[in-house]
């Protein structure tokens, strides 16, 4: 079955540094969202880019998707100590009914 | 701005014991969704929930499992007979009534079961 997956990284930088994570898939999406998790918290929404989208933007954070590589990329810039968290990216399945495919998870800490 | 809840925030169960985890959606959402992530794992989905009919289900959701939406605000998933594997944070998440829309997730239920 389809499914996000992140390269399983853990990213640690200085504050101030940008951080880039990583998402491949294997089928057709009609999205693909990140979310970040802080250490055994809830999900939080990042950003939703679609299908036809190929670059999106939302304050520090800037999200690309390549459709014809089945990938997607996270950009975190100017990185602050409370970006410490999980970061995982979710697909949404072209023919499917809503059921998000998640990946592994990025761990980036960001070091003051 | 509205969000998902979930209640309890943790619980602890013998195994065998039924347990229901609570949700109360986005109010003005239509699609409901149950996922879980056990310990160093991905989260998992379970079952989607649209018009008081399950509209989707993993293998995961087997025959002890079951979600309900017993009023205008509460979604549940009750396990009828929980197991030790059953261990795991689950989170309920809600999206608006047309699909390709973003899923906002609940803080999540804290499954421990001895």
């Known amino acids: 079955s389809q499914q996000g997956e992140e390269d399983p990284q853990a990213l640690s930088i200085q504050e101030g540094e940008n951080a880039t994570m990583n998402c491949s898939y294997k089928t057709s999406i009609n999205n693909l969202q990140w979310y970040r998790q802080n250490s055994g918290r809830g999900l939080v929404h990042l950003i939703l880019?679609?299908?036809?989208?190929r670059e999106k933007h939302s304050g520090r954070l800037r999200v690309t998707l390549d459709t014809s590589k089945k990938s997607s990329s996270l950009l975190i810039t100017a990185s602050r100590a409370a970006d410490t968290a999980s970061y995982f990216c979710?697909?949404?399945?072209?023919?499917?009914?809503?059921?998000?495919?998640f990946g592994k998870g990025n761990q980036v800490v960001v070091i003051p | 701005e509205p969000e998902v809840t979930q209640t309890p925030s943790h619980q602890v169960t013998q195994m065998g014991q039924e347990v229901i985890l609570r949700c109360v959606p986005i109010s003005n959402h239509l699609y409901f969704y149950w996922y879980r992530q056990i310990l160093g794992q991905k989260v998992e989905f379970l079952v989607s929930?649209?018009?008081?009919?399950?509209?989707?289900k993993s293998e995961i959701f087997d025959d002890q499992f079951s979600v309900e939406r017993p009023d205008g605000s509460n979604f549940t998933l009750k396990i009828r007979s929980t197991k030790l594997e059953d261990s795991a944070m689950y989170f309920c998440?809600?999206?608006?009534?047309?699909?390709?829309?973003?899923?906002?997730f609940g803080p999540g239920t804290r499954l421990l079961v001895l």
């Open positions: 979710a697909t949404d399945l072209y023919y499917g009914n809503n059921r998000l495919a």
């Open positions: 880019i679609r299908s036809n989208e």
């Open positions: 929930f649209y018009n008081n009919e399950i509209s989707e």
């Open positions: 998440a809600s999206s608006e009534d047309s699909h390709q829309e973003t899923q906002y």
